[in-house]
């Protein structure tokens, strides 16, 4: 007569027992997670509440110990830490769109097709192109003025090479910069061929004629960062780090973020000028939940593509020619040693082996004893040998698609010896223990499954080389996935708070359509992304 009593007090006792399940804002479950935590690298469920992780394990432990309305069943589908582009030109992104698209050109003629239906369709005052390569042409040499100088004899016309470091500009805007076969630029070249100024203006010589276009309005400056974000979270990437951006585009960046009208998270490097320098170590670490502004860009050199990558030797292409350094030893030294006197980073674009070693040189001596200062250098592209134990103490930040693109060509430029300390990835991380990988966009394309796909393949996306360029350089997938996520955060001094799944961390993440680590790697560019998120929330 007294079981059901005894029934109900042991089903009591039984519930106020258990352990009340936290809230949590969703739950995803029956994923397949890479962490990237060494420590527990593989889970199947997550719960975010407030836009951090607050728990990570199996289905059945996070079900156990969390309750939400939210619940993303993913069925086995793969989901990896928010993507990190560690280099890149986030801004320049959105600007370009508003100019004409001169990628995949095959030769000058189809260059001036190309400007011609934009400037009908435009009607610009000025007309901007970026994106020509001569060595995609035929005749693999520098274009020349004459044709856009009779398609356009009033219009300025200033046409960028891909990897922006010269500049194809006609007559008209010669005559406005005041260029004339007397001006004399310091750390570039205005192109001559028998003594007349063929219209190719490399590194230094571009400031001139770049001063005098017109500035953005506020609305195109807007439209610019909001279509890159768009962009680039279509692709997954939840952190860009932008190599180069002005205090003025730094401060609308902030205010839009401010306004939850972008999302995305940045990274800014603030190009280096006196004025910048003196702002910026004054007011001290800009930190925000989505902006940071902790490091300068400065470029020590040129472009290989554009020969204006200094060497120690001379281009084997070009006899007697050893590229440029674009800010002086001088100049490159005082920055250094003002920046090593402060909490800033020093970040600093070096391709040519030459620039790589005096840089490299020069950090070494201006920080001296001071640890964990995490200086980069931007590309790392020619390393001599007795320059690689350098990096030890200096952060490589490396792009793979420049690998595959240029590897058309770089031997010729380099050599059959030099081309073996370039590109090389494998002998960076091996130093170091980490590295950065990007993209240098809109250099090259923004999907960051095309850098994944190139660290590992060393191939382009036709599959040349067979069997993968200089391959003992390669990254296996698991460095791969770390130098686009912990390794950048860890960069960025952000790897505490992002870069991994993690609790704690903010639940930034990306769900794919396939699995990156063991899926054939000539399929990984084709991977989908089919849900970005930042701060938990859903932004694609």
């Known amino acids: 007569m007294y079981k059901p009593l005894i029934y109900l007090i042991s089903t009591f006792v039984l519930i106020s027992c258990m352990p009340d399940k936290e809230q949590a804002d969703f739950v995803v479950l029956n994923a397949n997670i890479y962490t990237v935590n060494d420590i527990a690298p593989n889970a199947q469920a997550f719960a975010v509440k407030n836009g951090v992780f607050i728990g990570i394990g199996t289905s059945k432990e996070v079900k156990k110990k969390y309750l939400s309305e939210n619940i993303l069943d993913l069925e086995g589908k793969t989901v990896i830490p928010g993507i990190f582009d560690g280099h890149c030109h986030f801004n320049n992104l959105g600007l370009f769109s508003q100019e004409v698209d001169l990628t995949?050109?095959?030769?000058?003629?189809?260059v001036l097709e190309r400007v011609v239906a934009f400037q009908k369709e435009k009607q610009f005052k000025f007309i901007v192109g970026r994106g020509w390569d001569q060595n995609d042409w035929k005749i693999k040499e520098y274009p020349t003025k004459e044709k856009l100088d009779k398609l356009f004899p009033d219009t300025p016309v200033l046409l960028s090479r891909i990897d922006g470091h010269a500049l194809l500009v006609n007559q008209a805007t010669l005559d406005l910069a005041g260029i004339n076969s007397k001006t004399v630029v310091t750390g570039g070249e205005i192109?001559?061929?028998?003594?007349?100024?063929?219209?190719v203006l490399i590194d230094n010589a571009m400031k001139i004629v770049r001063e005098v276009l017109p500035e953005r309005g506020i609305k195109e400056r807007v439209k610019a960062l909001k279509d890159a974000e768009s962009y680039c979270l279509k692709y997954g990437l939840t952190t860009v780090s932008d190599a180069g951006l002005s205090r003025q585009t730094i401060d609308l960046i902030d205010s839009l973020q401010k306004n939850g009208e972008l999302k995305i998270r940045v990274?800014?490097?603030?190009?280096?000028?006196?004025?910048?320098?003196?702002?910026?170590?004054?007011?001290?670490?800009?930190?925000t939940d989505r902006l940071h502004v902790r490091?300068?860009?400065?470029?020590?050199?040129?472009?290989?593509?554009?020969?204006?990558?200094?060497?120690?030797?001379?281009?084997?292409?070009?006899?007697?020619?050893y590229g440029t350094m674009v800010t002086s030893l001088d100049d490159l030294a005082g920055i250094a040693s003002r920046l090593a006197k402060s909490e800033f980073q020093m970040n600093t674009h070096a391709i040519g082996d030459s620039a790589n070693s005096y840089v490299l040189k020069t950090y070494a001596n201006v920080l001296k004893s001071q640890t964990n200062r995490r200086w980069r250098i931007e590309h790392a592209q020619v390393i001599s040998p007795e320059d690689f134990d350098y990096f030890t103490e200096i952060i490589p930040s490396v792009q793979p698609t420049h690998a595959t693109s240029d590897m058309y060509w770089a031997e010729d430029r380099l050599g059959s010896e030099r081309i073996k300390g370039a590109y090389a990835y494998k002998m960076l991380l091996d130093i170091n223990g980490k590295i950065v990988l990007g993209t240098d966009f809109p250099v090259e394309k923004v999907n960051p499954m095309l850098t994944f796909y190139a660290a590992v393949s060393r191939q382009d996306l036709s599959g040349y080389p067979e069997g993968g360029f200089q391959t003992e350089n390669a990254l296996n997938?698991?460095?791969?996935?770390?130098?686009?996520?912990?390794?950048?955060?860890?960069?960025?001094?952000?790897?505490k708070e992002k870069g991994s799944i993690e609790v704690d961390k903010l639940a930034d993440f990306v769900i794919l359509d396939q699995d990156i680590m063991t899926i054939p790697i000539e399929e990984v560019p084709n991977i989908g992304i089919i849900g970005t998120y930042i701060n938990g929330e859903k932004v694609f």
């Open 267 to 287: 990274y800014a490097m603030v190009s280096v000028s006196p004025e910048n320098l003196d702002y910026y170590l004054s007011q001290g670490i800009i930190k």
């Open 191 to 199: 192109v001559k061929e028998n003594g007349k100024i063929t219209g």
């Open 477 to 495: 997938r698991e460095e791969t996935l770390k130098g686009m996520t912990i390794w950048p955060a860890f960069a960025n001094f952000e790897e």
């Open 295 to 321: 490091s300068f860009k400065i470029y020590a050199d040129g472009a290989l593509g554009s020969r204006g990558a200094a060497l120690k030797a001379p281009y084997s292409d070009r006899e007697g020619h």
């Open 104 to 110: 995949g050109t095959k030769s000058l003629s189809q």
